[in-house]
């Protein structure tokens, strides 16, 4: 029983890269351009999952985007009591404040429902892609590096909206760097 089940463990392990799944071909109805931040880089090695750098992209708002966006969704709302300002139409001047001879007492605040409250923004998830972009001796001819924390616009294929993008283009500050043709045919083939 032992000998069977040491056969069939092998026969699954050798059979586990087989089963895993293959990097996606470039397909052009699916192609996309995306902006985010390097958070990972790795070499590839595996035929079948385009050999070269691939890194992962965080994609989505900032953190401080988010608090930006957050700022200017809500809208300041007076609290309880309070008493709304009514902005001057434009090109007047709001009525002079009169200063009060004897502050008044507080006015009593009626039981009923809850002052309005400004509505939470809809929260924007960042999310993170892997890039299969090209062989890493291209990268090093053309001296285009990829590191952690950088800012990277990429272009290319991300068939059925998937985690993985088959880059076409690459753009960090001012450099572009084009690694497909228009169809995803990779242009370092011609240079082998």
């Not at 401080?64 to 008493?83: I, K, M, N, T």
Request: glycine share 8%.
């Amino acid at each position: 029983m032992r000998v069977l089940a040491t056969a069939l463990l092998g026969v699954a392990v050798a059979t586990a890269p087989a089963l895993a799944e293959k990097a996606p071909e470039y397909d052009t109805s699916a192609e996309v351009t995306v902006t985010g931040v390097v958070v990972a880089t790795h070499e590839a090695t595996e035929a079948d999952d385009h050999p070269g750098l691939h890194f992962v992209l965080r994609i989505g708002p900032a953190p401080e985007d988010e608090a930006e966006a957050a700022e200017e969704v809500a809208p300041a709302v007076p609290a309880a009591g309070e008493p709304e300002e009514a902005a001057a139409p434009e090109g007047e001047s709001a009525a002079p404040e009169v200063p009060a001879a004897a502050p008044e007492p507080p006015a009593a605040v009626a039981p009923g429902p809850p002052a309005a409250v400004a509505p939470e923004p809809p929260a924007v998830e960042a999310e993170t892609v892997e890039v299969h972009a090209c062989p890493m001796d291209l990268l090093g001819y053309l001296d285009f590096k990829v590191e952690k924390g950088d800012e990277l616009t990429v272009t290319g294929s991300r068939p059925g909206d998937g985690s993985v993008i088959v880059a076409r283009e690459l753009v960090k500050g001012e450099v572009k760097l084009r690694v497909r043709d228009e169809e995803g045919v990779p242009i370092w083939t011609d240079l082998e």
